[in-house]
Nanobody, 125 residues
Framework: QAQLVESGGGLVQTGESLRLSCAGS????????MGWFRQAPGMEREFVAA?????????YYADSVKGRFIISRDNAKSTVFLQMNSLKPEDTAVYYC?????????????????WGQGTQVTVSS
């Protein structure tokens, strides 16, 4: 049974950095496109970043995080990362990782095949 487990969330101040990790198990990780989403209280879940499964490691970002966040993956460790720099209070949310065989699904929808349980990120002003 496939499972995604996020870690690395926490409480930081404006301008600081955090690195989120998402470890996959029970799936052929290298075959899956991976993504990060976030959901703030009372808001819909929104796309943050995605990375393809191919050797090219093509990346996609929401405009709100472009230039501040970096998504990467280590297939040998079945892990995807989200390096978050210059954090702002509006980045406060529960962050979820997602996996799907189709990068189009990961970056454009909330219908990915697998989801993690989420990790809380809080940025104080």
């Amino acid at each position: 049974q496939a499972q995604l487990v996020e870690s690395g969330g926490g409480l930081v101040q404006t301008g600081e950095s955090l690195r989120l990790s998402c470890a996959g198990s029970g799936l052929t990780f290298s075959h899956y496109a991976m993504g990060w989403f976030r959901q703030a209280p009372g808001m819909e879940r929104e796309f943050v970043a995605a990375i393809s499964w191919t050797g090219l490691r093509i990346t996609y970002y929401a405009d709100s995080v472009k230039g501040r966040f970096i998504i990467s993956r280590d297939n040998a460790k079945s892990t995807v990362f989200l390096q978050m720099n210059s954090l702002k209070p509006e980045d406060t949310a529960v962050y979820y990782c997602a996996a799907d065989l189709d990068i189009g699904v990961v970056r454009s929808t909330t219908r990915s095949s697998y989801w993690g349980q989420g990790t809380q990120v809080t940025v104080s002003s």
